[in-house]
Nanobody, 126 residues
């Protein structure tokens, strides 16, 4: 299964972007999907995740109140709506997925995810 991420770009601080991630198959109906980001010279970090059932979402403290993760079952697509963007949000954003319904603590852990997208660059200028 491949994850196709898109929607990155360059915006000014305070702007918005919406990232999309579409799996090549309807594989994750009972699983968990999320977004991570990686800035140059830094480790890949958790941003947001949700169970595909829609019952649970988790966010990194740095994005709470600004980013919203959601999914459209009919389109088999995961989204990350990013508002009030800051220069420190600049990074490559990766979509991740697993067929397992992760417990809360595992949703934050990148090693819990089995599938990764190719990454999409988000650049926020000040």
């Amino acid at each position: 299964v491949q994850l196709q991420a898109s929607g990155g770009g360059m915006v000014q601080a305070g702007g918005s972007l919406r990232l999309s991630c579409t799996p090549s198959a309807r594989t994750f109906g009972s699983g968990t999907m999320g977004w991570f980001h990686q800035a140059p010279g830094k480790e890949r970090e958790f941003v947001a995740a949700m169970r595909w059932s829609g019952t649970t979402t988790r966010y990194a403290d740095s994005v709470k109140g600004r980013f919203t993760i959601s999914r459209d079952r009919s389109k088999n697509t995961l989204y990350l709506q990013m508002n009030s963007l800051k220069p420190e949000d600049t990074a490559v954003y990766y979509c991740a997925a697993t067929t397992r319904s992760l417990i809360f603590s595992s949703m934050y852990d990148r090693i819990a995810y089995d599938y990764w997208g190719q990454g999409t660059q988000v650049t926020v200028s000040s």
